[in-house]
């Protein structure tokens, strides 16, 4: 089974430090993806990343940003956390090849508290 | 963005069929149609997908109405782990950097509830 690691499941930081939230996947995936969950708006796609070093913004990026040096971990990066960045963050992989058959598979989230 | 409109919530009862409604009246040709649900304090998680014909799995089948604009995911004995939000989304080809990519945009899904 593929396995989708979010090194932290709880986190809080103080407004304006600088956060980072870091995802691991096992499954030699090429595309790995960053989303936020917020009642009311559901799943947002924030960033993501076809290949190492390949980065792609997603539909609300403004205030994040990303790395990948390695196939398989992706890190989001909140330059100076604030508290409208309180929110449940999910990561997910899929491999490129036939991408559209292929699902997504998502880690059990990290909840990421700013006060 | 793709859409699609889903029941806020559905109940059922143990051991009973499900059948969670979902519309997507603007599908163009090659969008797939693909189910997710997310358990209490976890991920979203695949169920199901499918294009134009209905598809049978170990976990549901999805139903796909002729003309594409409607799906049904069926659950066909619902248990309580069950119980969950699920999710009926577009996967739409999108460019990005020069590849393609499938592109998910998840809507509020439907809370499905399980009765005993």
């Known amino acids: 089974d593929v396995k989708v690691t979010q090194s932290s499941r709880y986190l809080v930081k103080r407004t304006g430090e600088k956060v980072f939230l870091e995802c691991v996947q096992d499954?030699?995936?090429?595309?790995m993806f960053w989303y936020r969950q917020d009642p009311g708006l559901g799943l947002r796609l924030i960033y993501f990343s076809y290949d190492v070093k390949m980065k792609e913004k997603g539909d609300i990026p403004e205030g994040y940003s990303v790395s990948r040096e390695k196939k398989e971990r992706f890190s989001l990066i909140l330059e100076s956390a604030s508290t409208n960045q309180t929110s449940m963050y999910l990561c997910?992989?899929?491999?490129?090849?036939?991408?559209?058959?292929?699902?997504?598979?998502f880690g059990n989230g990290t909840r990421l508290t700013v006060t | 963005d793709a859409k699609t409109t889903q029941p806020n919530s559905m109940e059922s009862n143990e051991e009973e069929p499900v059948h969670l409604p979902c519309n997507h009246s603007?599908?163009?040709?090659?969008?797939?149609i693909h189910w997710y649900r997310q358990l209490p304090s976890q991920g979203p998680e695949y169920v199901i997908h499918g294009l134009t014909s209905n598809v049978n799995n170990r976990m549901a089948s999805l139903a796909i109405a002729e003309d594409r604009k409607s799906s049904t995911l069926i659950l066909h004995r619902a248990t309580l782990r069950d119980a969950a939000v699920y999710y009926c989304i577009l996967l739409r080809l999108a460019n990005a950097g020069g590849t393609s990519y499938g592109k998910l945009t998840f809507g509020q899904g439907t809370i499905l509830t399980v009765h005993p």
């Open positions: 499954m030699d995936h090429e595309n």
């Open positions: 603007t599908i163009s040709g090659t969008d797939y």
């Open positions: 997910a992989s899929r491999p490129l090849r036939r991408f559209l058959l292929s699902p997504l598979h």
